[in-house]
Nanobody
């Protein structure tokens, strides 16, 4: 079993930056692809981006491409989501997930954190 805990969310003004972290325990995540998803009130869970198990490959949703960056430190069993040039429409609960490959489909991921709230004010 892998337990995932997100942290680093908060309130930021539009145009600002925030880095959220996802710390894993229970098992090493070095063999897992990691994904970030978000869900705003009244909306479906949305793919944000993902990173391969080695960190050599990343993939992003068009809505965040060029603004968000995913990285991982397998030695620390942690994955990061750096968010720059934040917009009010980025407001959501952000979740990390672990799975066999970095899919865009959230149903393909096996383990999930409980999420961290990110609020971007205009």
């Amino acid at each position: 079993q892998v337990q995932l805990v997100e942290s680093g969310g908060g309130l930021v003004q539009a145009g600002g930056s925030l880095r959220v972290s996802c710390a894993a325990s229970g098992r090493t995540i070095s063999g897992y692809a990691m994904g970030w998803f978000r869900q705003a009130p009244g909306k479906e869970r949305e793919f944000v981006g993902s990173i391969s198990w080695s960190g050599s490959s990343t993939y992003y949703a068009d809505s965040v491409k060029g603004r968000f960056t995913i990285s991982r430190d397998n030695a620390k069993n942690t994955v990061y989501l750096q968010m720059n040039s934040l917009k009010p429409e980025d407001t959501a609960v952000y979740y990390c997930a672990a799975g066999p490959l970095h899919y865009t489909d959230y149903t393909k991921y096996n383990y999930w954190g409980r999420g961290t709230q990110v609020t971007v004010s205009s």
